[in-house]
């Protein structure tokens, strides 16, 4: 079990950036697959970004590709989301989830840990 932390949600205008972290502690941290999924009202949480356990292997949505970078440094115990180029649709609340056992990076069942959540607006 690990203990996840985000912060760096914010207010920004269609087009500016946020750097989103999460923190992690309580287990191994280098032993988790991490992922970013996010959440709107109304809408079911969904897959935005993953990274394996030592950082070779990245995934994204489709909807964030080329504009959202996901990245972790195991020393920190940290996982970052630097997303570019938002836009109003980005609106949401963005979750860090750990991911031990074997499973899919972007089915968020199969992730066991979350944080409490970052709010994420972007204004037209």
Do not use: H
Not at 3 to 14: T, Y
Not at 29 to 53: D, H, K, L, T
Not at 101 to 120: C, E, K, L, M, P
């Amino acid at each position: 079990q690990v203990q996840l932390v985000e912060s760096g949600g914010g207010l920004v205008q269609a087009g500016g950036s946020l750097r989103l972290s999460c923190a992690a502690s309580g287990r191994t941290f280098s032993w988790y697959a991490m992922g970013w999924f996010r959440q709107a009202p109304g809408i079911e949480r969904e897959f935005v970004a993953a990274i394996s356990w030592n950082g070779v292997s990245t995934y994204y949505a489709d909807s964030v590709k080329g504009r959202f970078t996901i990245s972790r440094d195991n020393a920190k115990n940290t996982v970052s989301l630097q997303m570019n180029s938002l836009k109003p649709e980005d609106t949401a609340v963005y979750y860090c989830a750990a991911r031990r056992a074997s499973g899919s990076y972007t089915n968020r069942y199969d992730y066991s840990d979350w944080g409490q959540g970052t709010q994420v607006t972007v204004s037209s």
